[in-house]
Structures are given as C-alpha cells and as structure tokens.
C-alpha cells in the first residue's frame, strides 16, 4: 500500500460486495420467483437484472426475489419499488426487457410504461 | 467485481463452531450449487454474533432474516424456500422470548437482544469475513491508519485517544492516553506495542471474539499506537486455547503483508511496523501485564513489583505500550469518528461502550455490547431475557475470579467502572455470570479462590499461602464444620492478601469472598450455625430422605449409583445416609415426589 487514494480505492471496489450488509436505502427490485415464475422464465431475467446492475456499477439496488403474485399468466413479472415513489410492476418480461427497464427506469428515471402491467392490460 | 444478490452469513465463532455451523457453511454451498444459485448467492463465515445461546446462527440478506439453532435438515429448506423462492421460512426464525407479541421478528434489527445493544466494538462481528481483508477494507478499515500516518503527528494521536476518555477495557480502566503519553515520552533506540489477548476469566469471551471476528481491527489500531509511540514492532500475546482467533489472526496479519499495510514504507510515509504472534500457554497471571512481557521475552510468566510501568521499561527493557484486544478495537474508530463521537456514549468518566459475556442462569447467553451507564436490570432482563426456569435472581459476578458480586439491590445502578469499584466489584475484562436461588454464595466463593489457587504463580507469599488458606477456611464452611471465628479469620485473610499480594492477580483474587461476605453474609453464618446450606448447594450440609408416602415402586432403589436405598416392594424404602452421595438422581424417579433434599 503505497497511499491512502490506493486504499480508498480498494475500498470503493470492495464495497459493492459487502454493500447488501449494509443498512441503506434505495430500490428494491423483487422477482416473482414461485413455480408458475420460474416455469415462465424467471430466473433469465433475474440473472440479466443482477449482470446489469453489477455491470453497470449501481451501488444502493437490491435485488430479492418473491412468491407468486396471483397474476401467473403474466409472469415473468418484477416490481420496483424506489424511494419515495410508487411501486411499479412490470409484466412479462424477456432477458431485453428486463436490461431496459435498468436502464430507464433504475438508472434514468424514467418508467418503461409500456412494460407495465397497466399498458399489458 | 462479483455480485450477488444474497448474502448468507454463518457463524464461525467458537460457540457455533462447536455446535457444526462449519457443516452447516458446507451444506449451504452443495445446496446452493445443486440449484445453480452459487453465483448469485454467496455464503460468508463471519465471526460472532453475540447471541452464542441460539447457535449456529445464520443471517440472510438483504433481509437481514435471523435464522437461529440451525440444523442439518434446516439448510434444505432455508435454500428451496428462502433462496430460490424468495419465502422467509417463518418457524425456524429466532423466536424473541422477550416480546409478548406473536409475530415473529424477520429481520434481526429487531430482535430485543440487539435492540439497546449499541455496536462499537462488534460492529463488524458478524457482518464481515473475517479472513477477507477486502471485507475489512470495504468497511472503512485501514483507513484510521491512513489518516494518522499521513495527516497526525504522534502528539496528534496521542491527544485525541487522551480526549476520548477512554479507559482500558482489559479491568484496570486505566486511561489508554495517558499510557501512550508516558510510553511516547520515553526514551529509547527501540520501543514495543503489546497487545494482551490472554483472555483468562472463566466465563470472559469477548477478546476471542473479536479477534475471530474482526483481527484487522486490531492489526490498524496497534500500527496507530506504534506510530504514536515511537514503536516498529508489535506483539500479540494469545492463549494457545483460542485456535481459531490464532488462525484468523495469522491469516490477517499474512493479507495485510501482502496489502503492505504491514512492512516497511507504509502509504509511502517511511513508517514501517510489523507484528509478531506470541502463544500462551493458559495460565491466568500471564493476563497481567509483567507476566505477559516475561512470557513474551521467553521468561517463566511471573508479574515484577512497579514501577518501573512498561512504558518505561517493557519488553526486553525497552519501552512498551501494552492494551487489551478491546481497547485497541475502538482505536480506529475513535481516530476516523473523532473523540467527540467517542464520548457521545457512555457515562462522563467512563467513556464508550463496553462488551460483556453474558453467562451462568441467564436466558440469553452470549456476548452484549452495552453504553457504558446502561443499568444491570437492563442487561439483565431486557438484553439477557431473564432467568431461565422461573427461578428468582440473586447476584451476578461482574469481573470474573477478579471481582465481586452485585445483588437485587444494585439492579438499578448504572453499569461502570467507578459504579462497579465502589460496590466492591469491578469491571474486570467484562464477564458477568448470573446466578439464582439454587446458588450458594460461600460455594460460588469457593469456587473462584479453588481458581486463583491453581493459577496463582507461587511468586509471593501472601497469594502463594494466603490464598490457600482462604480456600481451606471456605471448604470448612461449605462441609459443615466451620465455626464462627473462621469466619472473622477468612475475612482479617482476605484483607492481608488483598494489602500485600504483588500482583493483581493475588490483590484481587480475594474480592469474590469479601463481596459474598458483605453481601451475603447470613448464607456463611447458616452454614456455620445452623449447619444448613440455605441454596440447598453444599452436599455435606444436606441429606437426601425418602418422606412418608413411598409406594415401595422400587424406581429410585434402581436408579441409585452407590445401592444406598433399601427397602421391599410395595413397602417404604429408606436411603441409608452412610451410603449416599446426595446425588439426586433419585428424585426425579419418584412417582409421588416424596423424595426431598434437606
């Protein structure tokens, strides 16, 4: 170690691992992950969520994943909840969706409408 | 850069440990990998979580879901349900014995064992890998260390740990600035830091524990009173009993060579320290602090009359700072906090928070963190969750072999070190045993001095004798065959040995028999007058007797070890008292409870 911007820097990269650990806030991002979820493609888009948000380096975004919703035949569905705004649910959804809806929403703000279950509907 | 979705932390400290959490940690992997979720769960060994009575514990994140007794068949069900589906597995969850509602906590921020727990000390025991130094790093380790090699002079740090009052936490409460002051302000071509982690009370588990779950802690802090001291070498000094905060701290010590935050040239500011392992081999004097440095320098551990204090002369003569595990602990926190934050908790004069091991007949064994001032009734029943079984309080030993008693009416006294000294106890290194009705005062007595007797060294004569001695009045009395001048004769022994022992170990290894004699004084005279043992504790004081009512079953004739009870079937049995040594396993056999100690 031959400086302390060294070691603030290991720090930077080592929190990300331990981030979850953390008391913190921001988003959530829950999967549907009951049988009728998984049966339909879950677990593709949970894993394309968590490549892009470590990707993209997105510190204070929480992946969980949850039972079934009711709306099977909807599935794979994920619902982001950000602080402060109202929760958002996003309906069948490929592996492309899902990094859109990171990119747009997590990450810029804005909400994919036409993903929603609303626009689905 | 991995990233994973969940985190589930099992336990690696001792007392999970023995109950098969590192089976558990296995099975938890094989399973996740069955399931093709290892890359996005990741399952970390921690170090302790304090509450050791619910072992193996395991936490899982985000939720922060406290699963605790986890066994075998448990790990199956934690990994379908929870991990791949996303369901919190309600029953097997810690169940709060404190909170009468039914709900049963998910998140362990909640549960009341933590709840008016402040950590400072622990606050990365249970949360990091403790054999990752990038873990450490992540939560803002070394950084301390940083600052003061390149923005504090030595007068720098030695100013703010003096302003953060903080006070040694090894038993002595000795103000750890004021040590650094005199050890900096010494001269001499080589000085020494010393860290003491002989941890010897029985029942006092909380520098283990640190050192299992959090060594780094403790390398950054020695280097920062290396540097404020003048010091290039440092020493641990840990029990060989302790092989897994042995192991951890090797592995530390290994990764912050390899980080170079040991060695020479350190943040490129010249500075270099490196630190050595010293093993002890588990005798109780070596915790003081004389015997500590003689063991180091390869001497037999026996204490030295002060002065000259370490910090003149130490280890090979030269100048040494020595602290305990927990004092160093709070170092880095304190440089990077400021010592005002230090100060915001705990009581004027005795600054912090300090960490104790909770044990004996209490519900909730383990390890606590506490602001100093936090009342014993709190950590008692509130932290501790009470006495298990129903049965009634009666005293809790503060200090270990070292220190003295605190009874009912001390419940409400604010916990610190002058509060503790001025009641005829003592803080010590922070075990607190509890103990209930079913407790005998002179035996608990007893049992500490049969402790210091072993240990003490044999150096001088007042602990050498007068210990001895002490123990030989106490066993009289617990026999029945004391008289009421030894009582006045172990009290008049107790306050030589305390004025003229050498070292601490012998000055305070009678406070456990002058506390009971002031607090529970009626107990000894029982035993002596009325040769009665009032806890019904002493065997030679109690008989075991079959009272009318005996059904002649024959289950306690059965049951008994030594053949002491007699008697015809369907007809009235008798123990015969030469025979009986008051076991008690008969009692429980009798269908008509008719069979009482008196």
Redesign the interface.
Same mark, same amino acid.
């Given at each position: 170690m031959k400086s302390l911007e060294e070691l603030t820097k290991l720090r930077d990269a080592a929190i990300q691992k331990v981030d979850l650990r953390k008391e913190r806030k921001g988003t959530r991002i829950v999967v549907g992950m009951a049988t009728c979820g998984i049966a339909a493609g879950a677990r593709a888009v949970m894993a394309a969520l968590i490549d892009e948000v470590q990707k993209r380096g997105l510190k204070d975004v929480e992946i969980t994943q949850t039972g079934c919703i009711g709306v099977c035949r909807l599935e794979p569905l994920i619902e982001v909840y950000k602080e402060g705004e109202d929760k958002v649910t996003y309906v069948d959804l490929t592996d492309e969706k899902a990094r859109r809806i990171v990119a747009e929403h997590i990450v810029n703000g804005s909400i994919v409408k036409e993903y929603t279950i609303g626009a689905y509907e | 850069?991995?990233?994973? &979705?969940?985190?589930v @932390?099992v336990c690696g400290g001792t007392g999970c440990s023995s109950s098969g959490s590192a089976t558990i940690e296995e099975m938890f992997k094989t399973a996740l990998a069955e399931k093709g979720l290892d890359k996005?769960v990741q399952v970390v060994r921690t170090g302790c979580f304090g509450l050791c009575e619910a072992g193996p514990i395991c936490i899982v994140?985000?939720?922060g879901s406290f699963y605790s007794h986890v066994k075998k068949e448990d790990v199956d069900r934690i990994v379908n349900e929870h991990l @791949?589906?996303? &369901?919190i597995v309600h029953d097997l969850l810690y169940v709060d014995k404190l909170e009468a509602h039914s709900d049963i906590e998910t998140s362990i921020?909640n549960v009341t064992f933590y709840k008016k727990q402040k950590r400072v000390v622990l606050k990365n025991c249970g949360? $990091?890998n403790p054999e990752k130094i990038?873990?450490y $790093?992540?939560?803002?380790?070394?950084?301390a260390l940083?600052?003061v090699l390149?923005q504090m002079t030595p007068e720098d740090v030695v100013n703010e740990v003096k302003k953060s009052g903080l006070r040694g936490r090894g038993g002595g409460g000795f103000p750890t600035g004021m040590k650094w002051e005199f050890a900096m302000k010494s001269q001499g071509d080589i000085k020494y830091v010393a860290c003491n982690a002989d941890e010897g009370d029985p029942g006092a588990f909380m520098d283990r524990s640190v050192l299992e779950g959090d060594p780094h802690a403790i390398i950054e802090a020695m280097a920062i009173a290396a540097y404020a001291t003048g010091a290039r070498k440092g020493y641990v000094y840990i029990r060989a009993e302790y092989p897994i905060a042995v192991k951890r701290l090797g592995i530390a010590i290994a990764q912050a060579k390899e980080?170079? @935050?040991l060695g020479t040239? $350190?943040?490129?500011t010249g500075f270099d320290f490196d630190v050595e392992i010293r093993l002890g081999a588990g005798a109780f004097v070596c915790g003081e602090e004389t015997a500590l440095i003689a063991s180091i320098e390869g001497e037999r551990g026996m204490p030295r009359p002060k002065p000259p204090f370490p910090a003149q002369k130490g280890i090979f003569g030269k100048p040494t700072v020595i602290n305990n595990v927990e004092t160093y602990s709070v170092i880095p926190q304190i440089i990077l906090k400021g010592a005002d934050w230090f100060r915001s908790f705990g009581t004027e004069k005795s600054p912090g928070t300090k960490v104790f091991a909770l044990g004996g007949k209490i519900n909730n064994t383990g390890l606590v963190e506490i602001p100093m001032g936090t009342t014993l009734r709190e950590v008692i029943y509130d932290i501790g969750g009470g006495i298990p079984n129903g049965h009634e309080f009666k005293a809790v030993q503060t200090g270990g072999p070292s220190g003295g008693c605190l009874t009912k009416d001390h419940l409400d006294t604010p916990i610190d070190f002058d509060t503790l000294t001025a009641l005829g106890s003592m803080m010590g290194s922070g075990g607190m045993i509890v103990v209930d009705d079913t407790n005998c005062m002179v035996d608990f007595a007893r049992f500490f001095l049969d402790f210091t007797v072993d240990e003490s060294c044999g150096k001088c004569v007042p602990c050498r004798e007068g210990t001895k001695r002490m123990l030989e009045i106490l066993e009289k009395i617990t026999s029945g065959k004391g008289t009421l001048e030894d009582i006045d004769k172990l009290e008049s022994l107790a306050h030589s040995v305390k004025d003229s022992a050498l070292c601490g170990l012998g000055q305070t290894a009678p406070n456990p028999v002058l506390s009971t004699l002031r607090y529970f004084r009626d107990e000894y005279i029982a035993h002596v007058t009325d040769k009665k043992c009032p806890a019904g504790m002493c065997k030679d004081l109690l008989s075991v007797v079959i009272l009318d009512g005996c059904i002649g079953c024959t289950a306690c004739a059965r049951v008994c070890p030594v053949g002491a009870i007699s008697g015809e079937v369907k007809k009235q049995h008798v123990i015969d008292q030469t025979k009986c040594i008051k076991c008690g396993a008969c009692i429980p056999k009798c269908p008509k409870q008719v069979i009482v100690k008196q």
């Open positions: - | 850069m991995e990233y994973y &979705r969940a985190h @932390l996005e994140y985000p939720e @791949l589906k996303g &369901r921020t949360v $990091i990038e873990e $790093i992540a939560f803002d380790g070394y950084q940083g600052k390149t980080y170079g @935050l040239d $350190i943040f490129g």
